[in-house]
């Protein structure tokens, strides 16, 4: 694709790269047929090669409008485009650098302004989040059932465990995660605990700064990945061998670390040094000794993995070929590759269209009469959980219950 960047892009870092991606797309239309946004609203300008366009014409500087943000608005950023794509074009980050532009260009009412705020700055401080929680937890029992769903039950953690391991991996302790589901983490360092390594909780870090910068708030987003790296990179420099992820989502994010920082003077290194490091809990455990994790128990799954993991990641199967492994029976799920409408906040700031796409995926994974659905990404479980009729769970809870 032929570009003509405009003037107050084109010699920028980002204008540069976005004109890379751009060169790159040779209009094909493939990713259209995997974009779940297109299957829904049959548009154009709501599928990949549409957001192309548009974000194309607004870099080459013509005008854009709050009609262009909301087609940007309803992408789910899914990447299942960038799966099938035949040129390789990297759209989740032409979307972020496209998201970032036009929220200078065009802005937003007050009250969306407003919501987003709030949603960024609730959602990404535990000690902000977890109070309100508590107090919806507390009020569950008074709602109508709509809302009920929406309010996560909390599971018992189980104990972390202390004995010392000569192997050291860190952890990313998140946002959402340790106050909807501190089980999650709990079970990972359970798990690893077997295949002796050792968990390691920095203090001083938290948000993965995905919550900030997929909101098109992008020097905040990079405050919260500068704040992990000071927090890791003591552990680092003593030798942890790896940064444990157990949000599939916040994983994309800690492997882009070194592009996004790519820039900075001061942490650009440090940050490609950090996304060497990432490592999904699903890599970790397939590459240890998993035989010494035979669960007590095995049972029917349907399997959801996240648009993160499969896509994003690119770690499609990996998770599905390890339960297998280990004696779980995981019936078939058709559309596999759809998402099921969390996105990060897109269930929140996007609420019909991320139904319609949560009943689809639910439809899907319950055909099967499964026992329980398991996932790899808090976002999923708690939308999923908000309207399934059985569990659901992170895969990796599975291994020690």
């Keep these: 694709m032929q570009t003509q960047l405009a003037d107050f892009i084109k010699d920028t870092p980002e204008g540069r790269e976005a004109d890379e991606i751009l060169r790159n797309c040779v209009h094909c239309g493939f990713c259209t047929a995997t974009c779940p946004t297109y299957q829904l609203l049959g548009d154009e300008l709501d599928g990949p090669r549409g957001r192309i366009y548009l974000i194309k014409t607004m870099l080459e500087g013509q005008e854009v409008s709050a009609r262009t943000q909301l087609h940007l608005d309803r992408c789910l950023s899914c990447r299942a485009c960038e799966t099938l794509c035949p040129s390789g074009v990297r759209?989740?980050?032409?979307?972020?650098?496209?998201?970032?532009?036009?929220?200078?260009?065009?802005?937003?009412?007050?009250?969306?302004?407003?919501?987003?705020?709030?949603?960024?700055?609730?959602?990404?401080?535990?000690?902000?989040?977890?109070?309100?929680?508590?107090?919806?937890?507390?009020?569950?029992?008074?709602?109508?059932?709509?809302?009920?769903?929406?309010?996560?039950?909390?599971?018992?953690?189980?104990?972390?465990?202390?004995?010392?391991?000569?192997?050291?991996?860190?952890?990313?302790e998140g946002c959402v995660q340790p106050v909807m589901a501190p089980s999650i983490n709990a079970a990972a360092a359970?798990?690893?605990?077997?295949?002796?390594?050792?968990?390691?909780?920095?203090?001083?870090?938290?948000?993965?700064?995905?919550?900030?910068?997929?909101?098109?708030?992008?020097?905040?987003?990079?405050?919260?990945?500068?704040?992990?790296?000071?927090?890791?990179?003591?552990?680092?420099?003593?030798?942890?061998?790896?940064?444990?992820?157990?949000?599939?989502?916040?994983?994309?994010?800690?492997?882009?670390?070194?592009?996004?920082?790519?820039?900075d003077l001061v942490y650009a290194e440090k940050a490609e040094r950090v996304s060497a490091l990432a490592k999904d809990i699903g890599e970790v455990v397939a590459s240890g000794d998993w035989e010494k994790l035979r669960p007590p128990s095995t049972r029917r799954i349907a399997f959801q993995s996240p648009c993160t993991l499969q896509h994003g990641q690119r770690l499609n199967g990996l998770v599905e070929g390890l339960l297998r492994s280990l004696g779980f029976e995981l019936i078939p799920v058709a559309n596999p590759h759809l998402c099921c409408g969390s996105a990060g906040t897109y269930s929140i700031l996007q609420p019909k269209l991320s139904q319609e796409l949560?009943?689809?995926?639910?439809?899907?994974?319950?055909?099967?009469?499964?026992?329980?659905?398991a996932t790899a990404n808090i976002g999923c479980l708690a939308h999923l959980q908000s309207q399934a009729k059985v569990l659901v769970r992170h895969w990796v809870e599975l291994l020690i219950s």
């Design 91 to 172: 759209y989740g980050r032409l979307a972020d650098i496209g998201r970032g532009i036009i929220e200078e260009k065009v802005g937003r009412p007050w009250r969306q302004r407003l919501q987003r705020l709030a949603l960024r700055k609730l959602l990404a401080y535990p000690r902000r989040f977890g109070p309100l929680l508590a107090v919806a937890r507390r009020m569950r029992p008074l709602l109508p059932a709509a809302w009920r769903g929406k309010i996560p039950i909390r599971a018992p953690a189980a104990a972390w465990p202390s004995r010392p391991q000569a192997r050291k991996m860190l952890i990313l």
């Design 358 to 373: 949560l009943a689809a995926k639910l439809k899907a994974l319950e055909a099967g009469e499964p026992d329980l659905i």
């Design 190 to 263: 359970n798990v690893l605990d077997r295949l002796g390594i050792g968990l390691i909780r920095p203090e001083g870090g938290g948000c993965c700064g995905a919550l900030s910068y997929h909101l098109a708030a992008h020097e905040e987003g990079k405050d919260f990945m500068r704040r992990n790296i000071d927090a890791w990179w003591p552990y680092i420099e003593a030798g942890a061998e790896a940064i444990v992820i157990t949000a599939s989502g916040c994983g994309v994010m800690v492997k882009e670390y070194g592009q996004i920082l790519k820039h």
